[in-house]
């Protein structure tokens, strides 16, 4: 186990301003371990790659006896609290492999599960209702198999997919851009607590570090790095979760993309996705056929055969499949059989459905009503709704 004096200097040097994940890499390939880059003088420190600059705020972060306090007080404050460097056998070993890796890692629950096998999922922050059910059922039974779900604490389908690993009693792990003492957004709070119990918070950044936009790239490439693939469900064509299913691809991650409506602005960067190679997923056993490497689909045959299931009715269907779901629920009668056979999946208005059925509209805005009660279809927000199911 690491002395409090060796990691001490770990951290000092993780604090310097302008060393980040590369420069702290360079430095560890010259020197081995921090405490030797502080017992280095200028012209050494130059002479393995750094600028002046560089070398300076070194020398200067080494006089600096409180740069570390904050980072290993937490550390001691719980058996929870973790700070896993490099050369830590606790570190995960998928991150390891890519060229900027983080130095160290700061970890706020189940330290075990960093080297489990993952599936990233990401998406939008404001996804349809027909989005978040589709992240919570994949992370929900994925889990179930085995699979821990990596994500990002975000909201939207980051948020569903925690809570969809944790009600699959698996292990979820979420990659935060702050420092591990904050939580961002404050909404998922009880969520972040929740994830600690049986799972893990992760962040790069030292103790007291504020939600900043050029964090969660870097945060991004984390997910992807961990993770055996990533699966993207609902992402406009300029989206977070675009970068890392492009950092996936760099990093030789699989990267899998639910399809979507051609109506609906949060698909379009899934579909790009799919023309660029990415695998098209309409049930969670099109994931699992490509983990056959990491997860014994023998022991699962059951879960599968229900995630198929399930997964079918949060992914389109063609009219043919939506008229014979509609004519065989006897719960329903001849009115509201109609509607959601016309519906299909695609946001609809009412004044759509108006003209499509033949009802006016107080009847229809009554039958949704009724339909949305009972789950069969959703409120999109500006007046559109959705079937789903």
Request: charge should be negative.
């Amino acid at each position: 186990m690491m002395q409090n004096k060796e990691l001490e200097s770990w951290v000092k040097l993780w604090r310097v301003s302008g060393i980040g994940a590369k420069k702290y890499q360079l430095l560890l390939n010259y020197f081995e371990n921090p405490a030797a880059v502080f017992a280095s003088n200028s012209s050494q420190l130059t002479q393995a790659g750094l600028s002046t600059k560089d070398a300076n705020a070194i020398l200067e972060q080494k006089e600096n006896s409180e740069s570390s306090q904050a980072d290993l007080a937490w550390l001691h404050e719980s058996d929870q609290h973790h700070i896993v460097t490099l050369h830590c056998d606790t570190y995960p070993q998928r991150l390891k492999q890519i060229s900027d890796a983080p130095a160290l890692l700061y970890v706020h629950g189940n330290l075990s599960i960093l080297n489990d096998p993952q599936l990233g999922i990401v998406g939008s922050r404001n996804p349809t209702q027909s989005g978040q059910n589709n992240a919570y059922e994949f992370a929900k039974h994925l889990a179930q198999t085995g699979l821990c779900i990596t994500s990002g604490l975000a909201l939207g389908i980051d948020g569903a997919a925690h809570q969809g690993a944790l009600d699959g009693n698996g292990p979820t792990i979420a990659v935060i851009a702050t420092g591990i003492d904050r939580v961002y957004p404050a909404k998922h709070r009880d969520l972040a607590h929740k994830i600690v119990g049986g799972g893990a918070i992760v962040s790069e950044f030292p103790l007291g570090t504020h939600p900043d936009s050029r964090h969660f790239p870097r945060r991004n490439r984390i997910i992807s790095a961990m993770s055996y693939g990533v699966l993207v469900i609902e992402a406009a064509l300029k989206s977070g979760s675009l970068i890392t299913a492009r950092l996936a691809m760099e990093q030789n991650r699989e990267v899998f993309a639910v399809p979507g409506s051609i109506h609906n602005p949060l698909a379009k960067g899934c579909h790009q996705l799919i023309r660029q190679g990415a695998k098209l997923v309409e049930t969670a056993e099109d994931i699992l056929e490509e983990m056959t490497n990491v997860i014994d689909l023998n022991e699962h045959q059951s879960i599968d055969t229900d995630l198929h299931t399930i997964a079918k009715k949060n992914v389109l269907s063609n009219d043919e499949s939506i008229d014979a779901n509609a004519s065989s629920d006897s719960s329903l009668d001849a009115e509201h059989q109609e509607l959601l056979a016309k519906m299909g999946y695609d946001p609809i208005s009412i004044d759509q459905l108006v003209i499509m059925t033949g009802f006016d509209a107080a009847t229809i805005a009554a039958i949704l009503l009724m339909l949305e009660l009972q789950s069969y279809v959703v409120a999109n927000g500006g007046g559109t709704y959705s079937r789903i199911k």
